[in-house]
């Protein structure tokens, strides 16, 4: 276990880091959380009414909870999703223990977590990943040990985490029901019927554990909000089968990787040499995991967010896996034999972050940094944007992260609709007939009545200020609106973005700024 907790900080901190991993959509929460820990409530913009922008109010409220102790949101959130992380390893542990995997195998199973490129990348990320992977785990292994009560707090408070848990917690309980189905028929032939079932001691303790808590939670933020449903949810869903084929190729892209394809078929193997309910519930919510993450649509974003808390539970059968297959080789050596298998999977899910080692050595001695994201031009663009707008500015933006929380005393028009009711609720632009998971909302005639002076055209870095128009819906959308562009002009950006080098690196975002208006800076 202590190698395991070893090679995640040394991969999470030294081979990814803060300041390669924090996304831009994590800065979307520490401006939440910044709103409720001054006071304001959850709102985009102060005066405004409340918005469910944010996946995880959890999450958020963990972040707030943090500011309002004077912490810094970024140093708070990498040790908050650190120590998740250190939690999940363990809970992997504890679950591959209470499925009876045999030691040593079951040693192998937190070894495969640490080692993976998905969740070491997702622990620097500042996003509500590992709370979601740590509760689920946390919620697993009180449902496999029994602890009926506990689990269906867990499920709640895992539900709380994000709305998009309950299906499981209902798929946990039925499960259960059909269970002690199972057993008592076995037991009394067929005098047991499935009602009974329903109301056995084991489910029943779960889901009413689950419902007391859960129901009035949701109750209240669907009264504080106005909706059943997050924001956040409106604005990416919606695509209909052009959706769901993009989940379909996007859990076939998270498969067809060398990695996970190896741990898949020992999983497999794993889950199917062990006939115990306690493996075929971990089983039943593996396939889960992938169904939600085909329902979503997919996700834009880089190492498979909504697949890393599957990894704990393939962590877990791999490690049943590999005893299972050592055992049926009939191996002389079976000590040295699940070895030699254990290293050369645990070197194969780690080959993502070797070879991306091997192109960057000097990423391991380093310093860590905590205020440069992945999306480093996002959060260079916010501190530019900030030299050049005035006081009372409105201000639209497509990467409505960084720019947006470095920029918090300006009222903010998240124009892709995760934070802004109306435009999560318009209808989808399938551009091309493609689904572009959270890029899909865009109303420019409600933009236009909210008479921003900025606009921002574009997200990518150009390396020159000479105007070029992306294949990319939402340029697309605003710039050939005629209106759009006989009000407002086009205004290059000026962006420097920090590099490990001792220059940094230039370039322009495309911004629109309404004529005859002022800009309060210079570049």
């Given amino acids: 276990m202590a190698v395991a907790v070893v090679g995640f900080l040394l991969h999470a901190l030294r081979v990814y880091g803060t300041d390669v991993s924090l996304v831009d959509d994590a800065f979307i929460f520490f401006r939440y959380a910044k709103h409720w820990a001054e006071g304001y409530g959850l709102v985009w913009n102060v005066g405004e009414p409340p918005v469910e922008g944010v996946s995880s109010l959890l999450y958020t409220a963990l972040l707030a909870l943090g500011m309002r102790a004077g912490l810094d949101v970024v140093l708070w959130a990498t040790a908050l999703n650190l120590f998740l992380g250190l939690g999940l390893l363990a809970l992997t542990l504890l679950l591959a223990q209470s499925l009876d995997v045999p030691p040593p195998s079951r040693y192998l199973a937190p070894l495969v977590v640490a080692a993976s490129a998905d969740v070491a990348f997702w622990a620097g990320a500042g996003m509500d990943v590992m709370l979601f992977a740590a509760l689920l785990a946390l919620a697993l292994w009180f449902t496999v040990r029994e602890h009926f009560t506990l689990a269906g707090a867990t499920f709640a408070l895992l539900a709380m985490a994000r709305l998009d848990a309950v299906p499981i917690a209902l798929a946990t309980w039925l499960f259960l029901v059909w269970r002690h189905w199972r057993e008592e028929r076995e037991k009394r032939a067929a005098s047991t019927s499935i009602v009974q079932s329903f109301v056995s001691p084991s489910s029943a303790r779960l889901l009413l554990t689950f419902l007391v808590l859960f129901t009035p939670f949701y109750l209240a933020r669907w009264a504080y909000f106005g909706w059943p449903l997050p924001n956040s949810y409106y604005a990416k869903t919606g695509g209909g089968l052009a959706a769901w084929r993009e989940g379909l190729l996007y859990t076939r892209d998270f498969l067809w990787r060398p990695e996970v394809a190896t741990v898949v078929v020992l999983s497999v193997l794993g889950a199917l040499s062990r006939q115990d309910w306690r493996t075929r519930y971990v089983g039943l919510v593996a396939l889960l995991l992938l169904a939600r993450a085909v329902a979503a649509g997919g996700d834009w974003m880089p190492r498979f967010r909504l697949m890393v808390p599957l990894w704990p539970l393939l962590a877990v059968l791999t ?205």
């Fill in 319 to 523: 490690a049943a896996g590999v005893g299972t297959l050592v055992h049926t080789l009939n191996l002389r050596r079976k000590p040295f034999a699940l070895s030699v298998f254990s290293i050369l999977i645990l070197v194969l899910v780690a080959w993502p972050s070797l070879t991306y080692i091997a192109k960057r050595p000097w990423r391991l001695w380093r310093p860590v940094r905590l205020v440069e994201p992945m999306h480093a031009s996002q959060y260079a663009m916010g501190l530019a944007l900030r030299e050049v707008v005035c006081p009372g500015d409105t201000i639209a933006l497509l990467a409505a992260g960084a720019a947006a929380y470095l920029n918090d005393d300006h009222v903010i028009i998240d124009m892709l609709g995760l934070s802004d009711v109306h435009i999560a609720h318009s209808p989808p632009i399938l551009y091309k007939g493609e689904w572009d998971s959270g890029h899909t909302r865009l109303d420019v005639d409600y933009i236009l009545a909210r008479d921003p002076e900025w606009i921002q055209l574009d997200t990518h870095l150009y390396p020159t200020p000479e105007f070029r128009l992306r294949d990319w819906m939402p340029p697309q959308r605003l710039w050939n609106d005629p209106r759009v562009r006989e009000r407002y002009a086009f205004y290059p950006l000026r962006v420097e973005v920090p590099t490990n080098l001792p220059e940094p690196r230039l370039g322009y975002i495309w911004f629109l700024h309404k004529k005859g208006e002022p800009t309060c800076g210079s570049q």
